[in-house]
């Protein structure tokens, strides 16, 4: 049986997610990848050992999470069965719903009757009797936002959920909805969205500062870019890649001449920092106290290592951040 490493709260870093009482790791696991079916249950055991006893106590998933749509929360469910159950206390885990999941008019979007029959599903398949974060994973354009932001409300009166998020937002509609939901008294806490050095969405449609008035976290996915913010693909694509092995998110026509030179000269900025280009990756991300915490995808447990030796370098001077600004507009 799985003992934790007694050390494991002593070296990660934790912030208040917005004002709310719940901290989060500076770094979390996420299950986007790797937790599928298609991949090796002790490999997945590792890794979750491997966060765990390094103080990242956050695991984020979502319901259509895999292949095959579900499969994560599944083997996260046997994991904490088998080996982490003594430690639930301990554990944030969040789920969303808000893709396409199940067949017929019912499995989608933003419906309080999908939201709350997913929700279900999802417990069921973690062997969970809550989450202590569930999200909308999308903004619905049809469905009524105040249908949404009750359903999402319902999921914390029924005990359901502890505290309730909102992914891939802008700030116009994150406004509106929170405004919704501190009517209806729900703890909204955090944000969860696509943000890096290649993607900075966040500060051009009003999300960040959003956020940052509300008084609400903001847990960024893809910091590395899917893999690109890494020095992995600078002398060609590795058979082991995500473009070789699952080409369904990072494909090889984004290595364009123009990429690899941008990605040659952060890497070299990292380098003139003393840092790995993932590693300063993950400090851009976090350099300003607005995001809470940034999901890390592995594949091997030494790449949750590697990432969390972000945290030992957050600063960025004014000159480092004009060379990244410059670098990414070139």
């Known amino acids: 049986m799985y003992q934790a490493e ?33 991949a090796s249950y002790e490999n997945m055991k590792r890794l979750c050992f491997t966060a765990f006893d390094s103080g990242i106590t956050h695991f984020d998933l979502a319901n259509n999470y895999g292949p095959e749509p579900g499969s994560a929360e599944r083997n996260l469910g046997r994991i904490l069965r088998e080996e982490l159950h003594s430690y639930r206390d301990e554990l944030i885990i969040s789920t969303k719903a808000g893709y396409d999941m199940w067949e017929g008019p019912y499995g989608n979007w933003g419906s309080r009757k999908y939201l709350l029959a997913s929700l279900d599903q999802s417990l069921r398949r973690m062997e969970l009797d809550y989450v202590d974060i569930f999200y909308h ?18 999921a914390v009166v029924s005990g359901k959920a502890l505290y309730v998020g909102l992914s891939n937002y802008n700030g116009e509609t994150l406004e509106k909805a929170a405004a919704i939901l501190r009517e209806l008294h729900c703890p909204f806490i955090i944000n969860q969205n696509r943000y890096s050095i290649f993607d900075q969405t966040i500060e051009h449609n009003g999300l960040k500062e959003t956020a940052g008035k509300l008084g609400k976290g903001i847990i960024a996915f893809s910091p590395l870019a899917q893999g690109l913010l890494t020095d992995r693909y600078l002398h060609g694509i590795p058979a082991d890649s995500r473009i070789r092995t699952d080409g369904r998110f990072l494909k090889e026509a984004s290595l364009t001449g123009e990429r690899l030179s ?7 900025l990292a380098k003139d920092r003393d840092q790995t280009l993932a590693e300063m990756a993950l400090g851009w991300v976090l350099r300003d106290g607005a ?28 000159e480092e951040l004009a060379r990244i600004d410059a670098i990414t507009a070139a």
């Open 6 to 38: 007694k050390t494991r709260y002593q070296t990660m870093q934790y912030s208040r997610c917005g004002k709310s009482g719940l901290l989060l790791p500076a770094v979390s696991l996420g299950f986007w990848h790797n937790f599928g079916d298609n």
């Open 137 to 154: 994973h999308r903004m619905d354009p049809e469905t009524p936002l105040e249908e949404t932001m009750s359903a999402l409300s319902q």
């Open 262 to 268: 941008q990605i040659r000269a952060l890497n070299q």
């Open 291 to 318: 995001v809470t915490s940034v999901l890390i995808g592995a594949s091997k447990p030494a790449q949750i290592l590697d990432n969390i030796k972000a945290l030992k370098n957050t600063d960025f001077s004014e």
